[in-house]
């Protein structure tokens, strides 16, 4: 794959992550607070706008503090569902940083996500 093969959409969000990770100072070593910051900085034009869901569910599981979020487009009681785990190594995302993403898939779908 050439640079000529990259989607020019993808190409300009590239662009846009590279040129705002190089305007943050150097940092070295990265600590855990230091990485979410910076990462919810650079991700945040991508968490603004988006779709309205018709209810949003936040859950706790099990006795954990992992919390999940429940995206539902429509009224409807039985969807086609997509369960998704983003990366980061259960770190430097979050839910917040995922979230117009998991609307998106739900509205354009038609699903829970």
Same mark, same amino acid.
């Given at each position: 794959?050439? *640079? ?18 190089? /305007?943050? %100072?150097?940092?070295? %070593? ?12 650079? /991700?945040? %034009?991508?968490?603004?706008? #988006?779709?309205?869901?018709?209810? !949003?569910?936040?859950?706790?599981? #099990? *006795?954990?503090?992992?919390? $999940?979020? !429940?995206?539902? %487009?429509? *009224?409807?009681? =039985?969807?086609?569902?997509? =369960?998704? !785990?983003?990366?980061? #190594?259960?770190? $430097?995302?979050?839910? *917040?940083?995922?979230? /117009? ?7 354009? #779908?038609? =699903?829970?996500?």
């Amino acid at each position: 794959m050439t *640079d000529d093969d990259v989607d020019c959409d993808l190409r300009q969000c590239q662009n846009m992550m590279q040129e705002a990770y190089a /305007r943050l %100072p150097a940092f070295n %070593p990265f600590s855990v607070d230091e990485l979410r910051r910076v990462t919810a900085k650079v /991700r945040a %034009p991508w968490t603004e706008g #988006g779709p309205t869901m018709k209810r !949003i569910e936040e859950k706790h599981v #099990g *006795d954990y503090s992992t919390r $999940i979020r !429940i995206y539902y %487009p429509e *009224d409807s009681q =039985i969807l086609p569902a997509l =369960i998704y !785990i983003h990366g980061g #190594g259960w770190t $430097i995302f979050s839910l *917040d940083t995922h979230d /117009r993403l998991m609307r998106e898939y739900a509205d354009r #779908g038609r =699903i829970a996500v």
